[in-house]
C-alpha cells in the first residue's frame, strides 16, 4: 500500500517525462508513417499520373496533330457544290484550244489556223461580191466551203488550234464538216447550169413543185 499511488496523487517527473515521450512517440509515428504513406501514395499517384499524363498526350497527339484530308472542313476549303452556279463568271478552254505556236511567237502566228480559215471564207466571200469573172458566185462559194472543211481538217489533225476550237473536237468536227459540204454542194447544184447533176434533187424539186 506504501508503495502504491492513487490516482490522484501527481506522477514523478521522469514518468511523466518518459509517458509523455511515449504518447508522442506514439502518436507522430502513425503520422509519419501517414506521411510517408502519402509521399508513397503520391509517388505512386504522381508516377502514375505521369504515367496517366504521356497516356493522355500520346492519346492526344494524334488529335492535337494535323487532321486527315478526308473531310471538308478539316481542309479548310468549302465543298465545292455540282450545282451550276447562277452567274458565269468564267469559260473553260475547250480541248485542243490552246496557242498553236509557242508563247514567244507573235498573236498572228499563234492563231494560224483560225487565220487560215477566215482568210479563205473572206476571199471566198469578196469574189461572190465582187464578180469578177464568169462562175465567180459558184467559185467564191465552194471557196467558203472549203474552208470549212479545212476548219474540221485543222481541228482533226492539229492538236491546238487556238480559237478555232469552240465546243468539244467531235462537235467541231461535224458543225465544220457538215456545214462546208453542204456549202460546196449546193454551189456545185446551183442552177444555172450546174457542175453536179443529182437526179434525186431534180425529182424532189419537181415533186416539191408539183
Avoid: H, K, N
Avoid at 36 to 54: F, L, V
Amino acid at each position: 500500500m506504501g508503495a502504491g499511488r492513487s490516482p490522484a496523487d501527481p506522477a514523478p517527473a521522469g514518468e511523466t517525462d518518459g509517458q509523455s515521450g511515449r504518447d508522442e512517440g506514439a502518436s507522430e509515428a502513425p503520422a509519419s508513417g501517414e506521411a510517408a504513406d502519402g509521399q508513397g501514395g503520391s509517388g505512386d499517384s504522381g508516377g502514375s499520373g505521369g504515367s496517366g499524363g504521356s497516356a493522355g498526350q500520346g492519346d492526344a497527339a494524334p488529335a492535337d496533330g494535323p487532321a486527315p484530308a478526308d473531310g471538308p472542313a478539316s481542309t479548310g476549303r468549302p465543298r465545292r457544290s455540282r450545282r451550276f452556279p447562277r452567274f458565269t463568271r468564267d469559260t473553260a478552254r475547250p480541248e485542243g484550244g490552246g496557242r498553236a505556236a509557242s508563247g514567244d511567237a507573235p498573236a498572228p502566228a499563234r492563231q494560224w489556223p483560225l487565220l487560215t480559215v477566215l482568210c479563205a471564207a473572206g476571199l471566198g466571200l469578196l469574189i461572190v461580191v465582187l464578180d469578177p469573172f464568169d462562175q465567180a458566185f459558184r467559185i467564191g462559194t465552194i471557196l467558203i466551203g472549203c474552208a470549212l472543211i479545212t476548219g474540221a481538217v485543222l481541228r482533226w489533225v492539229v492538236p491546238s488550234v487556238g480559237m478555232l476550237a469552240v465546243r468539244s473536237r467531235f462537235t467541231d468536227l461535224v458543225t465544220y464538216g457538215v456545214m462546208g459540204t453542204l456549202i460546196v454542194l449546193l454551189a456545185l447544184v446551183a442552177q444555172p447550169q450546174p457542175w453536179l447533176d443529182v437526179p434525186i434533187l431534180e425529182d424532189a424539186v419537181r415533186f416539191t413543185i408539183r
